[in-house]
């Protein structure tokens, strides 16, 4: 799929809270550090923090690199599988927070993991075909695993926001992106349920592997490109090794991969996982180099985008705190100041 | 649920929405209600530095225990009063370049509303 008209990233923004937890101060608590664990850490979000928050702080880092007021933006999309209102749009507060005009869409996605990329493909066709002139999408999670799951290893939080808008601006020009989706029960969570189930191995090979191969390759086929013709490539990241093992398959090379692979620091940021990577390499990224970014979203499905990196990336990337600002800030907190803050202690 | 009182108060619990004077460019934070023609919306850009502050050990109800509470003095000019958030006591002193972060400031419950809005945290990088 291509816009129309030439689109592209004007301006993007990360967020990781503070606080880690290292994932062998869960595996003390459940397993006694029995077997090995799927990263090093996960974020945490400090007690003040949720996807509302984490998405106002990336939206406003999108809008100072982007050099616009928030009162230019058309769309403000907000994609999460933990809004803090079932029933609320998150959409609104975030606009509000940054200042927008009321006359905007404001609107909540979801798509487990996917939901951040799903609300970037929107954009990409809001402005791509001129309805609007920028839309600013944003992928944001605070994700819980159940106490003791191996999920609890990787349920990690942070927000990635891309404010989309006229190529001629941006920092990195949309080449094409695709989608493709399955039903795919892979992993799901049941309305009032605090936790996801999941289906252990199902969710590799049939689920995550399977989606992200058939949109990476459908779209490099598209375009008559190879893994040879990009200069980085960032996947959903669940875990560290999953990530590793799709760029494997599709022929792309450990270093190709290196810069955008969080996962190991910070945990499955969920529907900010792939989009934070993305912005980890637009902090490094020369103009001319080229990015392949592969979501994933349980349930499932796999956006897969090309991207451009222009010359304007040069001034405007030190605009906002680069990604490593937020990585360098860690902070380790126990499990039972963890279990606290995340609501796991039921009275 | 006071819910006509939060959602009067979004504008400056969120982005720091205050006044300043059209002739004298006086800003003030708070914003007051019917300022008049004199007084245009202005939002403030939260960048500012600690003029003092201290750890809140009795908190009411709702409050985290204890709180870093600080009076933070903005580059426009007001005087802000409130948390200091993502840091320790020891990571502060009088001077601490200072920036604003829209956060939780209350949940009210589960029927309730969770109330968004402005705390204080050391500067990034």
Same mark, same amino acid.
């Given at each position: 799929?291509?816009?129309?008209?030439?689109?592209?990233?004007?301006?993007?923004?990360?967020?990781?809270?503070?606080?880690?937890?290292?994932?062998?101060?869960?595996?003390?608590?459940?397993?006694?550090?029995?077997?090995?664990?799927?990263?090093?850490?996960?974020?945490?979000?400090?007690?003040?923090?949720?996807?509302?928050?984490?998405?106002?702080?990336?939206?406003?880092?999108?809008?100072?690199?982007?050099?616009?007021?928030?009162?230019?933006?058309?769309?403000?999309?907000?994609?999460?599988?933990?809004?803090?209102?079932?029933?609320?749009?998150?959409?609104?507060?975030?606009?509000?927070?940054?200042?927008?005009?009321?006359?905007?869409?404001?609107?909540?996605?979801?798509?487990?993991?996917?939901?951040?990329?799903?609300?970037?493909?929107?954009? %990409? +066709?809001?402005?791509? *075909?001129?309805? $609007?002139?920028?839309? #600013?999408?944003?992928?944001? /999670?605070? !994700? @819980?695993?159940?106490?003791?799951?191996?999920?609890?290893?990787?349920?990690?939080?942070?927000?990635?926001?891309?404010?989309?808008?006229?190529?001629?601006?941006?920092?990195?020009?949309?080449?094409?992106?695709?989608?493709?989706?399955?039903?795919?029960?892979?992993?799901?969570?049941?309305?009032?349920?605090?936790?996801?189930?999941?289906?252990?191995?199902?969710?590799?090979?049939?689920?995550?592997?399977?989606?992200?191969?058939?949109?990476?390759?459908?779209?490099?086929?598209?375009?008559?490109?190879?893994?040879?013709?990009?200069?980085?490539?960032?996947?959903?990241?669940?875990?560290?090794?999953?990530?590793?093992?799709?760029?494997?398959?599709?022929?792309?090379?450990?270093?190709?991969?290196?810069?955008?692979?969080?996962?190991?620091? %910070? +945990?499955?940021?969920? *529907?900010?996982? $792939?989009?934070?990577? #993305?912005?980890?390499?637009? /902090?490094? !990224? @020369?103009?001319?180099?080229?990015?392949?970014?592969?979501?994933?979203?349980?349930?499932?499905?796999?956006?897969?985008?090309?991207?451009?990196?222009?010359?304007?990336?040069?001034?405007?990337?030190?605009?906002?705190?680069?990604?490593?600002?937020?990585?360098?800030?860690?902070?380790?907190?126990?499990?039972?100041?963890?279990?606290?803050?995340?609501?796991?202690?039921?009275? | 649920?006071?819910?006509?009182?939060?959602?009067?108060?979004?504008?400056?619990?969120?982005?720091?929405?205050?006044?300043?004077?059209?002739?004298?460019?006086?800003?003030?934070?708070?914003?007051?209600?019917?300022?008049?023609?004199?007084?245009?919306?202005?939002?403030?850009?939260?960048?500012?530095?600690?003029?003092?502050?201290?750890?809140?050990?009795?908190?009411?109800?709702?409050?985290?225990?204890?709180?870093?509470?600080?009076?933070?003095?903005?580059?426009?000019?007001?005087?802000?009063?409130?948390?200091?958030?993502?840091?320790?006591?020891?990571?502060?002193?009088?001077?601490?370049?200072?920036?604003?972060?829209?956060?939780?400031?209350?949940?009210?419950?589960?029927?309730?509303?969770?109330?968004?809005?402005?705390?204080?945290?050391?500067?990034?990088?």
């Amino acid at each position: 799929m291509k816009p129309v008209q030439q689109v592209g990233i004007v301006g993007y923004g990360a967020y990781i809270p503070r606080y880690r937890i290292a994932a062998t101060e869960i595996g003390r608590v459940w397993t006694g550090n029995n077997g090995g664990v799927p990263v090093d850490a996960k974020s945490v979000p400090g007690p003040d923090e949720d996807t509302i928050t984490m998405s106002v702080e990336a939206g406003r880092n999108a809008l100072v690199r982007a050099g616009i007021a928030a009162s230019a933006l058309s769309a403000v999309w907000i994609g999460s599988e933990s809004h803090p209102y079932a029933v609320k749009p998150s959409g609104t507060v975030v606009a509000e927070a940054l200042g927008t005009s009321p006359f905007i869409s404001a609107a909540d996605y979801e798509f487990a993991c996917k939901a951040g990329t799903e609300a970037f493909t929107a954009s %990409i +066709g809001l402005v791509g *075909s001129g309805m $609007a002139t920028y839309a #600013l999408a944003i992928g944001a /999670d605070t !994700a @819980q695993g159940r106490p003791g799951d191996a999920l609890e290893y990787t349920a990690a939080a942070g927000a990635a926001a891309l404010l989309v808008g006229p190529g001629a601006e941006a920092l990195a020009t949309v080449e094409a992106t695709l989608s493709y989706v399955s039903d795919t029960p892979d992993f799901f969570r049941r309305a009032d349920r605090p936790y996801p189930v999941h289906g252990s191995r199902f969710t590799g090979e049939p689920a995550y592997f399977s989606q992200i191969r058939s949109a990476a390759s459908a779209l490099m086929q598209e375009l008559g490109s190879t893994p040879a013709d990009y200069t980085y490539a960032v996947f959903h990241q669940p875990n560290t090794r999953f990530p590793q093992m799709a760029a494997k398959q599709l022929g792309f090379t450990p270093q190709q991969i290196a810069t955008g692979l969080l996962a190991p620091k %910070i +945990g499955n940021t969920y *529907s900010a996982a $792939a989009l934070l990577g #993305l912005c980890a390499v637009l /902090d490094v !990224a @020369q103009p001319g180099e080229t990015i392949f970014v592969t979501s994933y979203g349980s349930g499932a499905g796999s956006d897969a985008f090309v991207l451009r990196v222009t010359d304007a990336i040069s001034t405007r990337r030190q605009l906002a705190p680069l990604t490593s600002a937020y990585l360098a800030r860690e902070s380790f907190v126990d499990y039972a100041v963890y279990a606290k803050w995340r609501g796991k202690l039921v009275m | 649920m006071d819910l006509a009182k939060h959602w009067r108060l979004r504008g400056p619990r969120y982005r720091l929405e205050g006044q300043r004077h059209v002739e004298t460019g006086e800003v003030r934070f708070p914003p007051e209600p019917d300022a008049g023609a004199s007084w245009e919306q202005y939002d403030l850009q939260g960048a500012g530095t600690l003029y003092s502050y201290t750890v809140v050990h009795q908190t009411p109800d709702g409050y985290a225990q204890p709180y870093l509470l600080g009076m933070v003095a903005l580059a426009e000019g007001p005087l802000v009063t409130a948390q200091i958030t993502d840091c320790e006591l020891a990571e502060l002193q009088i001077g601490t370049p200072v920036e604003m972060v829209t956060r939780k400031l209350r949940d009210l419950g589960e029927d309730g509303l969770i109330v968004y809005g402005y705390k204080f945290r050391p500067r990034l990088g």
